[in-house]
C-alpha cells in the first residue's frame, strides 16, 4: 500500500528538516510526501532538495489555516494510506513499515491511530491511554492527535474536508478540535488505537525560531484559544452532557488543587482552560 503524508507548514524549517531526515530513514518506501506550503517566501526549496531523488514530493502553495492547507492537499492524494504529520513531529524507522503491516493483517479496520511521544519517549501534547481498542465518541480524545492519524483512502473520500472553521489559523476563535472533528465522523467507519504505534512530538530545535519567551498573557490565550476548539466540537458532535460536564469540571479540579499546593501559577492554564471548554460549547468567544 502507498502512503500520502500531508504536511502543512508554516514557519518552521529546522523542524521540516528533521521530519524529512527520518522520513528518508523509512524501511518502508512506497510513500508520497504532499507539502502545502503557507510561506510567503521561498525558504523550504533549499531544503527538499537533497530529498527530490530520495522520494516524491509535492510541493503545493495555500494561504494559512491548518484546516484549509490539508483540504488543498487532499485533492491530490494518489496513496491508499493517508496521514497528516505536524512540521514538528518524526517519524520512528519502521512506523510506516509497521502501519502497513497492520493494515494488510486487519482488512476490518479503516482507521489506526498512535500515541504522541516526546525525544525522552514521555507522553507528549496531551493525556493518552494506555490501552489499545477500539475509539469511540469518548475515548477519541485520548486515543488521536492530527499527526497520528492513518486512514484508509476509502474512509478519507468518504469524509470529504475538514472542518475549516476549526484548528490553528481558522478564521474562527476555535483554535484546535480540527483532528478530533475528522476522527468523530470516521469512527462508523471503524478505527483502532494503539498506544504502541509513536510519533515523536513536538521536535526541539535550537534556533531563534523556537527560543522565544511566551509571556503569560500569550499562553493564556493560545491555552483559550485551543479549549474553545474543544467546546465547540463537544458541541458540533451532541457529546453526552455528563462527558461535557467532566470536560468543565477537570480543570475547576485543577484551579482548586494548585490553590491548595500554593501553586498559584498553575491556576493561569487551567481557568483558561474551564473559560475555553464552556465558551466553546455555548458557541461564544
Same mark, same amino acid.
Given at each position: 500500500?502507498?502512503?500520502?503524508?500531508?504536511?502543512?507548514?508554516?514557519?518552521?524549517?529546522?523542524?521540516?528538516?528533521?521530519?524529512?531526515?527520518?522520513?528518508?530513514?523509512?524501511?518502508?518506501?512506497?510513500?508520497?510526501?504532499? +507539502?502545502?506550503?503557507?510561506?510567503?517566501?521561498?525558504?523550504?526549496?533549499?531544503?527538499?532538495?537533497?530529498?527530490?531523488?530520495?522520494? /516524491?514530493?509535492?510541493?503545493?502553495?495555500?494561504?494559512?489555516?491548518?484546516?484549509?492547507?490539508?483540504?488543498?492537499?487532499?485533492?491530490?492524494?494518489?496513496?491508499?494510506?493517508?496521514?497528516?504529520?505536524?512540521?514538528?513531529? =518524526?517519524?520512528?524507522?519502521?512506523?510506516? *513499515?509497521?502501519?502497513?503491516?497492520?493494515?494488510?493483517? /486487519?482488512?476490518?479496520?479503516? !482507521?489506526? @491511530?498512535?500515541?504522541?511521544?516526546? *525525544?525522552?519517549?514521555?507522553?507528549?501534547?496531551?493525556?493518552?491511554?494506555? #490501552?489499545?481498542?477500539?475509539?469511540?465518541?469518548?475515548?477519541?480524545?485520548?486515543? !488521536? =492527535?492530527?499527526?497520528?492519524?492513518?486512514?484508509?483512502?476509502? +474512509?478519507?473520500?468518504?469524509? !470529504?474536508?475538514?472542518?475549516?472553521?476549526?484548528?490553528?489559523?481558522?478564521?474562527?476563535?476555535?483554535?484546535?478540535? *480540527?483532528?478530533?472533528?475528522?476522527?468523530?465522523?470516521?469512527?462508523?467507519? &471503524?478505527?483502532?488505537?494503539?498506544?504502541?504505534?509513536?510519533? +515523536? /512530538?513536538?521536535? #526541539?530545535?535550537?534556533?531563534?525560531?523556537?527560543?522565544? *519567551?511566551?509571556?503569560?498573557?500569550?499562553?493564556?490565550?493560545?491555552?483559550?484559544?485551543?479549549?474553545?476548539?474543544? &467546546?465547540?466540537?463537544?458541541?458540533?458532535?451532541?457529546?453526552?452532557?455528563?462527558?461535557?460536564?467532566?470536560?468543565?469540571?477537570?480543570? +475547576?479540579? &485543577?484551579?482548586?488543587?494548585?490553590?491548595?499546593? !500554593?501553586?498559584?501559577?498553575?491556576? /493561569?492554564?487551567?481557568?483558561? @482552560?474551564?473559560?475555553?471548554?464552556?465558551?466553546?460549547?455555548?458557541?461564544?468567544?
Amino acid at each position: 500500500m502507498k502512503f500520502s503524508l500531508i504536511l502543512a507548514t508554516l514557519n518552521r524549517t529546522e523542524e521540516v528538516k528533521v521530519f524529512l531526515k527520518s522520513l528518508d530513514a523509512q524501511t518502508y518506501r512506497d510513500f508520497e510526501l504532499i +507539502v502545502v506550503d503557507q510561506n510567503q517566501d521561498n525558504r523550504l526549496t533549499a531544503i527538499f532538495q537533497p530529498y527530490q531523488e530520495r522520494f /516524491h514530493i509535492l510541493h503545493l502553495r495555500s494561504t494559512p489555516g491548518l484546516s484549509h492547507a490539508r483540504n488543498v492537499a487532499l485533492k491530490h492524494i494518489i496513496g491508499d494510506l493517508i496521514a497528516f504529520p505536524d512540521d514538528d513531529c =518524526a517519524y520512528s524507522p519502521n512506523l510506516l *513499515e509497521r502501519i502497513s503491516i497492520f493494515f494488510d493483517n /486487519h482488512p476490518e479496520w479503516n !482507521g489506526l @491511530t498512535g500515541r504522541s511521544i516526546n *525525544e525522552k519517549g514521555q507522553n507528549s501534547s496531551g493525556k493518552w491511554d494506555s #490501552k489499545a481498542g477500539k475509539i469511540t465518541q469518548i475515548n477519541v480524545w485520548v486515543r !488521536g =492527535a492530527s499527526y497520528t492519524i492513518f486512514l484508509r483512502q476509502s +474512509v478519507v473520500v468518504a469524509l !470529504g474536508s475538514f472542518d475549516e472553521s476549526l484548528g490553528v489559523g481558522a478564521s474562527t476563535p476555535w483554535g484546535s478540535g *480540527e483532528d478530533i472533528d475528522y476522527l468523530l465522523r470516521a469512527i462508523p467507519a &471503524g478505527l483502532y488505537y494503539e498506544p504502541d504505534l509513536t510519533v +515523536v /512530538h513536538p521536535i #526541539k530545535v535550537n534556533n531563534l525560531q523556537k527560543n522565544e *519567551e511566551h509571556t503569560v498573557k500569550n499562553t493564556f490565550l493560545k491555552t483559550y484559544s485551543y479549549a474553545l476548539g474543544r &467546546g465547540r466540537v463537544l458541541r458540533k458532535h451532541n457529546t453526552p452532557l455528563w462527558f461535557v460536564f467532566y470536560n468543565w469540571l477537570r480543570p +475547576v479540579a &485543577g484551579i482548586l488543587v494548585s490553590i491548595l499546593q !500554593g501553586n498559584l501559577g498553575r491556576i /493561569h492554564p487551567h481557568w483558561a @482552560t474551564l473559560q475555553g471548554r464552556v465558551k466553546g460549547w455555548f458557541g461564544r468567544a
